[in-house]
């Protein structure tokens, strides 16, 4: 609900440049995936060992309090301390189909979490929106503190209504592993290693836009409800995600994990490139429309392979580092756009952005034709 008008939050505070505000806005933005990057694992190896349920209420009741305290900040320095504060309890979504992928059928683990990755982008989708609409009418502040009463609720619906089933197979019981050893499993999987990387790719392609995206709307539209406009443009690509991020799951079940990756990587570089061309806000909602469609899929697709790829006993772990790998991305994504930004303008973020896509899929590619025995083996 926040993130469209970050941005414009960081204004607020005072009379600064277009090229501090778009700086700030890519560091502000990052910062909280710097402490995300380190903890992922810890709290994946913790839900590992102890439950991931108890991780989930951690998580939810520690955003909605660093959400709730950004609406008394009066400085841009005191919203990034936050910001870095909010990294340690991110992952709710992660450890969310951790969960779930332990508890679903190998075979039916692409379309279990395209429907888990629907749920998420649901709120994606409706979260901008209103956000964006809350804030021109009610002000920044009083947005934030009621974005943190969703958070605690969910905190109190995982505690009251979640049940865990701790999983024994023969698998788990007789493969124990160390952290290192973990390491070494994902190491040893060159298509496992790759996807992770890849991940990292698409995250910093993806975020190196959505901090001054409010500044490149303003940019087309001008300032006349900018706050509903920035969240009409960072939703609609959650409406093109819930559309399809289940078909995306259900096909790539059948014909192959490797194979719908790569045809999205390529088909979402192609769609972000004309971002760099458009003259008014719609043709830019259109193509942010045709991008949820296609890197919509690839979350659950990613994260199904991964469901196939790791044993039980570490998946939580081996997720984690997933997830610190994406979150790397998602620190090196909204700096190094915020910078390109400030120096080449908006528009030539999108030509990285698309460059990143398109070389995540040839490299995927170039994976599979090294290590063809890998290709169909967990389909």
Known sequence: MVLPFLSLYIDSFGNFSDQYVQHWSGWVFAITFVTAFIFSPIWGRFGDKFGRKKFL??????????????????SVMQLFILRFFMGIFTGFISTSQALISTQTPKHLSGRVLGTLQTGSVSGSLLGPL??????????????FQLTSIPLI??????????????LETNEETEMKFSRKEVIQHIIRHPMLLMIMFVSMFVQIAHFSIQPILALYVEELHGPVNLAFFS????????????LMARRWGRLADRIGYEKILVALLILSAVVYFPGAFVTNIWQLVILRFLLGVTIGGIIPVRTAYIRHAAPVSIQGEVLGYNMSLRFLGNIIGPALGGIIAGYLGISSVFFITSGLL???GFLLIITMQRHPKVINQYN
Request: glycine fraction near 14%; charge should be neutral.
């Open 57 to 74: 209420v951690i998580a939810a009741v520690g955003l909605s309090v660093s959400v709730f305290l950004m609406s008394f900040v009066t």
């Open 130 to 143: 209103f956000g964006g609409v809350l804030a021109d009418y009610v002000g920044f502040a009083a947005t």
């Open 153 to 166: 609720l969910a905190a109190i619906f995982v505690f009251a209504g979640l049940k865990e089933y701790k």
């Open 231 to 242: 969240g009409l443009a960072f939703s609609i690509t959650g409406l093109g995600n819930l």
């Open 358 to 360: 398109l070389m995540s």
